[in-house]
């Protein structure tokens, strides 16, 4: 049943994703980003991952895709805009990105995809806790050493002069 | 999972999303009549006994409300906007606990999970402001926006200190961590800062700048009509009921208490904090709007962080 899930929630990802990237509509697209994000969490979930499910809602359909929201928002969506954009859409990519698809495809329908079938393991948290704080430390550490990087810049991009 | 345990979980579902938007109807009513004991006038009085039946009267009004988009509105974004504000808070009562054994889905995550249905609420507010095409619906999406990712952020900080207490995200867990003594006791700082936040979470006053009637209309909402309005609505009051919830679970012993059955504790408790939220909303004005965000940058951030660090010590001493 988990299984059929997750095989569910990830086509409609994948269905969503794509749909992000061909509307013209830029709040659209960033809409259909939003149900790709909130169909990956249901993966995550199916898969007995609640807790990367829970912050993939909380952390990256929650916060940082209204970020982009809140920046997005403020474009102004004339009808010369979404044209150049449509114009954007319908050149010569289809052929190459077709392409790619298709040797794509086989790592989709391959033997590889069993690996779907889920042992319902669900993940305990302190042992993922563990880990971040345990081998993966210095991964974990350089991570926030970027995001502090970023801080400061922004800091340092917004003071008052 | 057998198909007679599919059905009583779809049963206890239907029953609970019945029951939450009977309580959102009865607690608009109940928040006219106190605010109006508050404010020394009487409040809706006519329909029922004591005005009671108001919130029916209201409801059948908006479903009858012609529900008309505004020309130039995106019809697509406008019509998902309402939908945003309900479902993830009628979601998120899903891993609520009650009693004991009393949830829908007693996920390992639910506080996190809860956190996440109040963080999509966001998207009810911007998407409602762009898709209006109004500038006072814009200003106020723009503020909902900066709002919500200010004091989501220490929303769940201030509540990290009673998960590292309890060791567990699972609702029934933090509760059974509290019997004898509330974390209330032990985290007054983390349940100040939650409150606070988790009013700024559910857009209620003072910290509803985004739909603040004074200066911008209705803000995010200000095109809206009909039962699109008042699902926003509904979204609201059950955005401060879940809220309550969650405060009841993480600060207040959830349904422990003596003499009574668990689940009415647990409603009696929800009740009081819902009733504090509508005080608050009759005592407080509305502060300037670059001193809310400061307050939840600069003040209550730091300090949810280091009400964190400070548990953080205690518990590693104790355990080792």
Same mark, same amino acid.
């Given at each position: 049943?988990?299984?059929?899930?997750?095989?569910? &929630?990830?086509?409609?990802?994948?269905?969503s =994703?794509?749909? =992000?990237?061909?509307?013209?509509?830029?709040?659209?697209?960033?809409?259909?980003?939003? #149900?790709?994000?909130?169909?990956l *969490?249901? &993966?995550?979930y199916?898969?007995? =991952?609640? $807790?990367?499910g829970?912050?993939?809602?909380?952390?990256?359909?929650? =916060?940082?895709?209204?970020? $982009?929201?809140?920046?997005?928002?403020?474009?102004?969506?004339?009808?010369?805009?979404?044209?150049?954009?449509?114009?954007?859409?319908?050149? *010569?990519?289809?052929?190459?990105?077709?392409?790619?698809?298709?040797? *794509?495809?086989p790592?989709?329908?391959?033997?590889n995809?069993?690996?779907?079938?889920?042992?319902?393991a669900?993940?305990?948290?302190?042992?993922?806790? #563990?880990?971040?704080?345990?081998?993966? #430390?210095?991964?974990?550490?350089? #991570?926030?050493?970027?995001?502090?990087?970023?801080?400061?810049?922004?800091?340092?991009?917004?003071?008052?002069? | 999972?057998?198909?007679?345990?599919?059905?009583?979980?779809?049963?206890?579902?239907?029953?609970?999303?019945?029951?939450?938007m009977?309580?959102?109807?009865?607690f608009?009513? +109940?928040?006219?009549r106190?605010?109006?004991?508050?404010?020394?006038?009487?409040?809706?009085?006519?329909?029922?006994?004591?005005?009671?039946?108001? !919130? +029916?009267?209201?409801t059948?009004?908006?479903?009858?409300?012609?529900?008309?988009?505004? %020309?130039g509105?995106?019809?697509?974004?406008y019509?998902?906007?309402?939908?945003?504000?309900?479902?993830?808070m @009628?979601?998120?009562?899903?891993v +609520?606990?009650?009693?004991?054994?009393?949830?829908?889905?007693?996920?390992?995550?639910?506080?996190?999970?809860?956190m996440?249905?109040?963080?999509?609420? +966001?998207?009810?507010?911007?998407?409602?402001? !762009?898709?209006?095409?109004?500038?006072?619906? /814009?200003?106020?999406g723009?503020r909902?926006?900066?709002?919500?990712?200010?004091?989501?952020?220490?929303?769940?900080?201030?509540? /990290?200190?009673?998960v590292?207490?309890?060791?567990?995200?699972?609702m029934?867990?933090?509760?059974?961590?509290q019997?004898?003594? !509330?974390?209330?006791?032990?985290?007054?700082?983390?349940?100040a800062?939650?409150?606070?936040?988790?009013?700024?979470?559910?857009?209620?006053?003072?910290?509803?700048?985004?739909?603040?009637?004074n200066?911008?209309? %209705?803000g995010?909402?200000?095109?809206?009509?009909? /039962?699109?309005?008042?699902?926003?609505?509904?979204?609201?009051?059950?955005?401060? /009921?879940?809220?309550?919830?969650?405060?009841?679970?993480?600060?207040l012993?959830? !349904?422990?208490?003596?003499?009574?059955?668990?689940?009415?504790?647990f409603?009696?408790?929800?009740?009081?904090?819902?009733?504090?939220?509508?005080w608050?909303?009759?005592?407080?004005?509305?502060?300037?709007?670059?001193? @809310?965000?400061?307050?939840?940058w600069?003040?209550?951030?730091?300090?949810?962080?280091?009400?964190?660090?400070?548990?953080?010590?205690?518990?590693?001493g104790?355990?080792?």
């Amino acid at each position: 049943m988990s299984g059929f899930i997750a095989l569910w &929630c990830a086509s409609a990802a994948l269905a969503s =994703a794509l749909l =992000a990237v061909t509307r013209p509509g830029i709040v659209h697209g960033l809409m259909w980003l939003v #149900a790709a994000l909130l169909s990956l *969490a249901g &993966c995550f979930y199916a898969l007995g =991952a609640s $807790f990367a499910g829970a912050v993939q809602v909380l952390v990256y359909a929650g =916060a940082i895709v209204a970020v $982009f929201v809140f920046v997005v928002m403020t474009v102004d969506a004339t009808p010369e805009a979404l044209a150049e954009e449509r114009a954007r859409l319908s050149g *010569a990519w289809r052929l190459p990105a077709g392409v790619v698809a298709l040797v *794509a495809l086989p790592l989709l329908l391959g033997p590889n995809s069993t690996g779907l079938e889920p042992g319902p393991a669900t993940v305990p948290l302190k042992a993922l806790g #563990a880990l971040l704080f345990g081998p993966w #430390a210095i991964g974990v550490e350089i #991570a926030s050493a970027l995001l502090l990087a970023a801080l400061m810049g922004a800091r340092h991009l917004g003071r008052r002069r | 999972m057998t198909l007679l345990a599919w059905l009583l979980l779809a049963t206890a579902s239907i029953v609970l999303l019945a029951l939450l938007m009977v309580a959102a109807g009865v607690f608009t009513w +109940v928040e006219r009549r106190v605010l109006g004991f508050l404010q020394e006038r009487l409040g809706p009085n006519r329909v029922g006994p004591f005005g009671f039946l108001q !919130w +029916v009267a209201d409801t059948v009004k908006l479903i009858t409300k012609e529900d008309a988009a505004p %020309a130039g509105a995106d019809r697509a974004a406008y019509i998902l906007a309402p939908a945003f504000a309900a479902i993830p808070m @009628l979601t998120g009562f899903g891993v +609520v606990a009650f009693g004991e054994g009393w949830a829908v889905a007693d996920l390992d995550m639910g506080v996190v999970f809860v956190m996440g249905m109040l963080a999509l609420t +966001v998207y009810a507010l911007v998407l409602g402001a !762009w898709a209006s095409r109004n500038r006072y619906a /814009m200003l106020g999406g723009l503020r909902a926006a900066a709002q919500m990712l200010a004091y989501e952020s220490f929303l769940g900080l201030s509540l /990290m200190g009673v998960v590292l207490m309890a060791g567990s995200f699972r609702m029934s867990d933090i509760v059974a961590a509290q019997d004898g003594l !509330w974390f209330i006791l032990l985290q007054p700082l983390g349940a100040a800062l939650f409150f606070t936040a988790g009013i700024a979470a559910a857009h209620r006053l003072p910290f509803d700048l985004q739909e603040s009637e004074n200066d911008i209309v %209705a803000g995010f909402m200000t095109e809206y009509s009909g /039962m699109s309005f008042a699902l926003f609505f509904l979204g609201e009051y059950i955005a401060v /009921m879940l809220v309550a919830a969650l405060g009841t679970t993480l600060f207040l012993g959830g !349904w422990y208490g003596p003499l009574l059955p668990g689940p009415i504790w647990f409603g009696l408790k929800v009740g009081l904090i819902c009733l504090a939220f509508i005080w608050i909303r009759a005592a407080l004005p509305r502060p300037r709007y670059d001193q @809310l965000i400061g307050f939840a940058w600069k003040v209550a951030l730091p300090l949810a962080l280091l009400n964190l660090l400070v548990t953080g010590w205690i518990v590693v001493g104790r355990a080792g």
